[in-house]
């Protein structure tokens, strides 16, 4: 059973960067593709990002394209989502997660195509 634990969310001004971390254990990390997702207070959870699982495709919302880039390390059984220029809007509990195949796929923004997630990391774009 795989488990993931997400970390490195916090408050940060409108314009500037964080980096969340996604560490896995307990599973088959390597043939999974990882997914980022973010859920905003009173707004359906979303996909942001995916990686497939050897890291060389990957796919991003309209919304973060330009802004935000995800990548993995398979050694050590990491994934993360490098954010910057952030906005408001922004704002939300982020997940990640994995599933079963090894490339995102079409739906690699669809929630329930996902077997294993993260608690969330909370993200606060304020000034």
């Known amino acids: 059973q795989l488990q993931l634990v997400e970390s490195g969310g916090g408050l940060v001004q409108p314009g500037g960067s964080l980096r969340l971390s996604c560490a896995g254990s307990?599973?088959?990390?390597?043939?999974?593709?990882i997914g980022w997702f973010r859920q905003a207070p009173g707004k359906e959870r979303e996909g942001v990002s995916c990686?497939?699982?050897?890291?060389?495709?990957?796919d991003y919302a309209d919304s973060v394209k330009g802004r935000f880039t995800i990548s993995r390390d398979n050694f050590g059984n990491m994934a993360y989502l490098q954010m910057n220029s952030l906005k408001p809007e922004d704002t939300a509990v982020y997940y990640c997660?994995?599933?079963?195949?090894?490339?995102?796929?079409?739906?690699?923004?669809?929630?329930?195509?996902?077997?294993?997630w993260g608690q969330g990391t909370q993200v606060t774009v304020s000034s």
């Open positions: 997660a994995a599933k079963g195949f090894v490339l995102c796929g079409a739906n690699w923004n669809v929630t329930h195509e996902y077997d294993f």
């Open positions: 307990g599973g088959a990390w390597h043939y999974d593709s």
């Open positions: 990686i497939s699982s050897n890291g060389d495709t990957s």
